[in-house]
């Protein structure tokens, strides 16, 4: 499968666990690490100056006033 990238770069860690009938059967902490390397969509000239952990996909428009 394929996703669109949107995590900030850094190494991210994900931790598995296995539930039945609200009990938790099994727990494997930090099982995969996966690496996201900087790709600056938003063609920053500093990418550690955007917060937050995820990259949403925006756009901007300018319009024009109009005048009565």
């Known amino acids: 499968f ?3 990238n949107v ?3 850094g190494v ?3 931790t598995l666990f296995l539930r039945v ?7 494997l902490p930090d099982i995969i690490k996966l690496e996201v390397q900087d790709g ?3 063609r920053f000239k500093d990418t550690s100056q ?3 952990a995820i990259l949403p996909e ?4 300018i319009k ?5």
């Open 58 to 61: 925006f756009s901007l428009q």
């Open 7 to 9: 995590l900030k770069p």
């Open 40 to 42: 600056n969509p938003y």
């Open 64 to 68: 024009q006033a109009q005048l009565s």
């Open 12 to 14: 991210y860690y994900i």
């Open 21 to 27: 009938a609200d009990v938790i059967q099994d727990w």
């Open 50 to 52: 955007i917060m937050g």
């Open 2 to 4: 394929a996703i669109e």
